[in-house]
């Protein structure tokens, strides 16, 4: 029988200070997640201001976090790769080029929703 990790309100305390690490780890290293949260702290007010019902304040502001998620899996991804090799290798450059089209199509999500939310 393995020894069992910690459990109720411990579990849920420990993985909020992991992500609080992670996402602390994102902000200090990666420009890209800088520039992304300082426009969500700008637009996320704005999408509260703009929207006009409850279902367009979520999609404007709801836009902006999986901008925010994203990056932050692309942050990780690129972490693992630069962990495994200093070299290049074609297949590390995929994954990390992968990681960068979703982000951009993230911010593209961003852009048709607000435009779509706001002026038709």
């Known amino acids: 029988m393995s020894a069992q990790g910690p459990q109720g309100i411990e579990r849920v ?13 994102a902000f200090t290293s990666e420009a890209a997640f800088r520039q992304e949260l300082a426009l969500s702290v700008i637009l996320f007010p704005l999408g509260l201001w703009l929207g006009k ?3 367009e304040k979520a999609l404007l ?17 690129e972490v693992v790769v ?8 074609t297949l ?15 911010l593209i999500n961003v852009l048709v929703v607000w435009l779509l939310v ?3």
């Open 61 to 77: 502001c709801g836009v902006l976090l999986i901008v925010l998620i994203v990056e932050l899996l692309n942050t990780g991804i």
């Open 13 to 25: 305390i420990k993985a909020t200070l992991y992500s609080m690490k992670g996402i602390r780890f």
């Open 82 to 89: 630069d962990r495994f090799g200093g070299e290049h290798h």
């Open 53 to 55: 019902t409850g279902v």
């Open 92 to 106: 590390s450059g995929h994954a990390k080029d992968v990681g960068s089209a979703a982000v951009f199509f993230a």
């Open 118 to 120: 706001l002026f038709f």
